[in-house]
């Protein structure tokens, strides 16, 4: 049973716009959330990350926001850029547990 | 800087055989993990590690086992190796508990006929 879910295997986002990936988890116990970023023939590399007492957190170009009622997390990109071009896993962590969890993935297509 | 070292990068077995997917990191982390990425499956945890001489199961251990000796060296072994393995291993390391993200290694692909 998946407790970290992405629902959207793909994204498609023209350059300049928003970019919004979506993820999920089904664990009240899990109190920190990462995303990560993966490019073909390489290994994930992290991106950003939010504590559970915090709604959002903002780097540069990146935004996460945390829902904890709604157990939703999503990350915004603006502006988009086509090295945006990857795809994104979120991971969940927990006060109670040693296990780092990811979700399914999305894929972001960032296009001219 | 060298982070957290895979090997091999490149791995064909034949259904049956053994063999160990080697990983060392140099950043001096407890915790070390290693997943399996499978197209609409994401990256599965399969067994994690938060200091030498203590391993425990993710959430797909079956069919691999670990050991971690010293705290730079997480080495993963197929026992018998099934097509079902077919995958990309990835090998990650991290500072502590919480709070701190993870290190992955470039990952090795593994395909078992």
């Known amino acids: 049973d998946q407790q970290v879910k992405q629902n959207s295997p793909s994204l498609s986002v023209q350059e300049g716009r928003i970019s919004i990936l979506n993820c999920d988890y089904t664990?009240?116990?899990?109190?920190?959330f990462l995303w990560y970023k993966k490019y073909p023939a390489e290994g994930p590399t992290f991106l950003i990350s939010?504590?559970?007492?915090?709604d959002k957190n903002e780097d540069g170009r990146f935004t996460v926001f945390l829902n904890k009622s709604a157990k939703h997390l999503s990350l915004h990109i603006v502006p988009s850029q086509p090295g945006d071009s990857a795809v994104y896993f979120c991971?969940?962590?927990?006060?109670?547990?040693?296990?780092?969890?990811f979700g399914t993935g999305t894929r972001l297509q960032v296009f001219p | 800087n060298a982070g957290v070292t895979q090997t091999p990068k490149f791995q064909v077995l034949k259904t049956g055989q053994s063999m160990t997917l080697q990983c060392a990191q140099d950043?001096?982390?407890?915790?070390m993990s290693w997943y399996r990425q499978d197209p609409g499956m994401g990256l599965r945890l399969i067994h994690y590690?938060?200091?030498?001489?203590?391993?425990d199961q993710g959430e797909v251990p079956n069919g691999y086992n670990v050991s971690r000796s010293t705290t730079e060296d997480f080495p993963l072994r197929l026992l018998s190796a099934a097509p079902s393995q077919t995958s990309v291993y990835f090998c990650?390391?991290?500072?502590?508990?919480?709070?701190?993200?993870?290190?992955f290694g470039q990952g090795t692909r593994l395909t078992v006929v």
């Open positions: 664990n009240s116990m899990f109190d920190y």
């Open positions: 950043m001096n982390h407890e915790y």
């Open positions: 991971a969940a962590a927990g006060y109670n547990t040693d296990k780092l969890i």
């Open positions: 990650a390391s991290r500072e502590g508990h919480l709070n701190t993200e993870a290190f």
């Open positions: 939010i504590s559970s007492i915090k």
């Open positions: 590690s938060v200091g030498a001489g203590i391993t």
